[in-house]
């Protein structure tokens, strides 16, 4: 693992889903309400409503990017943006290089078909199809022949653990059950681009948890582009390789777990993370510095400690190495950084300030 | 919400001291009546507009000259050779494709096997009961002339009525036309759409399925572009995320989805085509109708009372079976199984049918049951009903005389007394104290343009007649309707109930009514009565039940007693449901007054008949559209009160 101070991570390849100046404007006039909202960011419009304000955002191959805000920010319209479920009302975005915006229906159509997945809040099933059917929904639009799209259907519900299930109608399974259909669903097509719009959240917090685990499962099993909307901050921190957060159509800041809760941009995300139990959060490396940085005398040599895990699952380690200095070794276990013990400390002890 | 927002006025703001002094004037102008000019009390000649020879000069035009004639006329072939097919199938008509008659036993069969599939072993036996009550009473050749035109004009108008709705949900100006013209078709009475029809196709059989057709369209409609609207956001965007085409999301995410809304309509168009099928033996057409509209103008009690029976089970079995289809949830089988155990009630289905069949070769009285050999129990009818009515005769007696000497007679002299001017002055006022100016300019105008119609005072027959029977029908349905609302199980009684009294076709409601008091007023504001005491009852029971739990029990356990808790709480909170019933009530009795023209009323509905057998339709269209303004005024007041209760 790198340092995760950089903000987007690897810049080699070029990004999957590039965002420039986007807006979203609900009301009559969104072309005039922008002009207005450009000179004043402040102004307010009769009958319209700013739901993505000015937004620029890269989303790279593989990552994993969660959207979090309150209800009302944004989020859901800007992922509905990425997917061209709503129209923008300017600036553009590029999907693996192509104008989303510039798309024939038929284009856009096809693009759905082979690229995007996509996972609702409220599942979005078909109550007159059963399970398996529900799967094989967008096979079945692309004109997959009928055996094919149901072995795969099948083979997708095997996935998600619902394997015995396949006859069964939405409305006789439990929430959780739905989800994970909506999830096989998503994935049928084999989408390279996996948008999921606060799946769990009209979810029991237990079942939530169990659902959490899952995906996770499935995201390492699946190497895709991940979009991920939620109003859980908790959730977001679980799961993100990057975290937006979003508050009235803008994105207050784009960056890592550790860099939001260590370094949070505005007064708005500081509220957020105040109240976060941050050694379950930070990992190591967070706080690493390079070691030639490091001040002479120190004692480098030594156990090294892994660094890509959270201070809380090191914490024994930490409270009874007795070193100023704890050398950081990455996956292959060479020595990338040095922790300094007393600030650990603090922030597992919650005396950080 | 910005300043300027918060400053504006509502444009149309209830004003009640204008809608006060309009009321001052109209009182003025009833005191001073004996001063006043004739023209002020009755609307006078150079007022009254010639509609319909208006009316009459497009249809001449449409029919002559635009060559329509020949369209409908190829139209109502086409539906006559449908009707042809069903009725060969259904009761052996000498017509291709010369397969029927059905012998009874195989459709009663197949009627139980539709209640099982759909409803369970009850609905089965309520459905196959009814068709062997039918068979066993003689009476299958008028039912099945009955059905056989249900069997053709259903599916014409569920189709129709599922393209135009889709078009309504579609494009925003589909919708827009076609809301008020379906307004003024639902408040149209029956009568208005027979005339046109006549004059198109003429009578009979195929006229009769033509305007069932027309008339059992508009709720279709209604509930497809409702289904369409409902569907869940989340649901379309999966489809379009799934990759569905415009065309694939309409037919296999937004129609699917759509499901229980328009299987809704699809038992409206049934129940609507049922009711409409009955009355439109006025217009020669053969069948259960027919059969009743004689005996009951014959006075043929018993037997009247058992075709009776029968056309209301027919309705409940119509309504359970489709009301059952519209709620059916799918549900899984259980891995495994053979298809034969995966379609049990079809396997049984087709070995029964397949039984009866031979059975009906050997037994012929399984095929057919003669009339000679049908039983009736018209006689004990007539016996116990003889009995009944000697009894409560001196009761019925005195009611005919005491209603007619001192309500009928006093209500129609005091609103003929009131001049005309007054009238519109005080609706206008009504109109301004709900909605402001708006309404007060819709209401006046609907009610204006009956005063230059030409027919102010069969009009105004009618409205004392609805008007009076409204208010008997609310002394009875709020009580009734207060009393089944205190216990849950209650409830759903009374609720069973009045759906199941909504369910019967209006003109069943004359039977009792003629029986008990004979052929005149009474039994006319009788039948309304209880027609319009139905969506009384129904919608006071619903609305107190429908009252937040959470709110009793803080009247509670604020100490209201049980009186204060009704008056305080229960009865505020419940209002607007219960104004939805009232103007149900008003509509059903504006209604129920037009058919019941037939035993002998001089309103709107007896020229609505005359202009019927004279097929005028210039004077039909004018005299309908008078009823439906009347319905329409009453409906745009409750609805503005309710639409400025809830903002």
């Known amino acids: 693992m790198t340092l995760p101070n950089t903000a987007p991570p690897a810049t080699a390849t070029p990004p999957v889903i590039s965002c420039r100046n986007v807006w979203k404007v609900f009301g009559p006039r969104p072309g005039a309400a922008i002009e207005r909202l450009k000179a004043d960011p402040l102004a307010r419009i009769d009958g319209h409503v700013s739901a993505v304000h000015d937004v620029s955002l890269d989303i790279m191959a593989g990552e994993m990017l969660v959207v979090m805000g309150l209800s009302g920010s944004g989020k859901s319209t800007l992922v509905r943006c990425l997917s061209r479920l709503n129209e923008i009302s300017a600036g553009e975005i590029l999907v693996e290089g192509r104008n989303l915006a510039q798309l024939s229906e038929a284009e856009l159509i096809d693009l759905r078909r082979r690229k995007m997945g996509m996972v609702f809040q409220s599942f979005g099933l078909l109550p007159n199809r059963n399970a398996l059917e529900n799967v094989a929904f967008p096979l079945e639009m692309r004109g997959e022949p009928r055996a094919a799209r149901i072995a795969r259907a099948r083979e997708m519900l095997a996935l998600v653990g619902l394997q015995g299930r396949e006859n069964y109608f939405p409305r006789e399974l439990s929430g959780g059950q739905q989800q994970r259909i909506g999830i096989a669903r998503s994935l049928a097509v084999e989408p390279d681009i996996w948008f999921l719009d606060e799946p769990f959240s009209a979810l029991d917090p237990l079942i939530r948890r169990e659902m959490q685990d899952e995906f996770l499962r499935l995201k390492g099993m699946l190497k895709k582009t991940i979009i991920f909307i939620t109003h859980d901050f908790d959730e977001a921190l679980r799961l993100a390789d990057r975290i937006a957060i979003m508050k009235d159509g803008r994105v207050e800041q784009i960056d890592t777990p550790d860099r939001i809760v260590l370094a949070p941009a505005t007064e708005y995300v500081a509220r957020f993370t105040a109240d976060i139990d941050r050694a379950r959060v930070l990992h190591a490396f967070g706080l690493g510095v390079a070691p030639d940085a490091v001040t002479a005398g120190a004692v480098t040599e030594g156990a090294a400690l892994p660094g890509g895990q959270t201070l809380r699952s090191l914490a024994r380690s930490l409270v009874n190495d007795r070193r100023d200095w704890i050398p950081l070794a990455d996956d292959t276990g060479r020595v990338t950084a040095m922790l300094e013990r007393a600030r650990a400390l603090d922030i597992l002890l919650g005396d950080a300030a | ?647």
């Open chain 2, 1 to 647: 919400m910005s300043m300027t927002d918060q400053i504006r006025l509502p444009k149309s703001a209830p004003r009640p001291q204008i809608a006060m002094l309009l009321i001052g004037l109209a009182a003025v102008l009833v005191l001073t009546r004996a001063a006043l000019p004739e023209g002020l009390i009755r609307p006078p000649d150079w007022l009254i507009l010639p509609f319909a020879d208006w009316v009459n000069t497009v249809f001449t035009f449409l029919r002559d000259d635009l060559g329509l004639m020949a369209l409908t006329r190829a139209f109502a072939g086409m539906v006559e050779w449908l009707l042809d097919v069903t009725a060969n199938i259904l009761y052996g008509k000498s017509r291709w494709p010369r397969l029927g008659p059905l012998p009874w036993s195989v459709v009663a069969i197949t009627m139980a096997a539709l209640g099982a599939w759909l409803g369970g072993w009850r609905l089965a036996v309520l459905a196959g009961g009814t068709f062997t009550w039918i068979a066993v009473m003689g009476q299958w050749q008028w039912a099945m002339e009955t059905l056989s035109v249900i069997a053709v004009a259903a599916p014409f108008s569920i189709v129709t009525g599922l393209l135009l709705g889709i078009a309504a949900w579609r494009f925003r100006l589909v919708a827009r036309v076609l809301d008020p013209v379906l307004n003024i078709a639902q408040s149209l009475p029956h009568f208005a759409y027979m005339i046109p029809v006549v004059v198109f196709i003429g009578v009979g059989p195929k006229a009769g399925a033509i305007v069932t057709i027309i008339f059992s369209v508009p709720p279709m409609i209604r509930m497809t572009a409702l289904g369409l609207a409902k569907v869940p956001d989340e649901v379309v965007e999966a489809g379009r995320m799934g990759g569905a085409t415009p065309f694939q999301l309409l037919r296999k995410v937004r129609l699917p989805t759509a499901r229980t809304e328009i299987l809704v309509g699809v038992n409206q168009v049934i129940m609507q085509c049922l009711a409409m099928v009955v009355l439109a033996s006025f217009i020669g057409m053969p069948g259960l109708g027919q059969k009743l509209l004689q005996l009951l103008q014959a006075l043929k009690i018993g037997l009247s009372v058992e075709i009776g029976i029968t056309i209301v089970l027919i309705a409940v079995v119509l309504d359970r079976l489709t009301r059952a289809w519209a709620m059916r949830q799918p549900q899984h089988h259980a891995g495994g199984l053979r298809w034969w155990q995966r379609h049990p009630v079809l396997l049984a289905w087709a070995l029964a049918v397949v039984l009866a069949f031979a059975l009906a070769q050997i037994f012929p009285i399984l095929a057919q049951v003669p009339r000679r050999e049908a039983l009736s129990i018209a006689a004990p009818i007539d016996l116990v009903m003889d009995q009944v009515i000697r009894l409560v005769d001196p009761l019925t007696t005195w009611l005919r005389w005491f209603l007619i000497t001192w309500v009928l007679i006093p209500l129609r002299d005091a609103i003929q007394f009131l001049p005309f001017s007054a009238i519109l002055l005080a609706v206008a006022a009504a109109g301004w104290a709900i909605g402001g100016w708006r309404s007060a300019l819709v209401v006046g105008g609907f009610i204006a343009l009956i005063a230059v119609s030409g027919w102010w005072d069969r009009a105004m027959i009618t409205v004392y007649m609805v008007g009076f029977s409204v208010c008997l029908a609310a002394l009875i349905g709020f009580p009734l309707g207060i009393w089944a609302a205190r216990g849950e199980a209650r409830a759903q009684r009374m609720l069973l109930i009045c759906d199941t009294l909504q369910t019967f076709p209006s003109f069943i409601y004359l039977i009792p009514v003629v029986m008990l008091f004979g052929v005149n007023d009474v039994a006319v504001v009788m039948a309304v009565v209880t027609f319009a005491a139905v969506p009384l009852i129904r919608y006071t029971t619903l609305g107190l039940r429908g009252v937040a739990p959470e709110l009793i029990e803080a009247a509670q356990m604020s100490g209201a007693t049980r009186r204060q808790l009704l008056w305080q709480v229960q009865l505020p909170m419940a209002l607007p449901v219960m104004m939805v019933g009232v103007n149900q009530s008003v509509m059903f009795s504006l209604f129920m007054v037009i058919i019941a023209a037939f035993i002998g009323t001089q309103d709107l509905g007896q020229e609505l008949q005359r202009a019927l057998s004279a097929s005028d339709v210039g004077k039909g269209m004018v005299l309908g559209l008078a009823v439906a303004f009347l319905g329409l005024a009453v409906d745009h007041l409750i609805r503005s009160w309710s639409r400025n209760r809830a903002a």
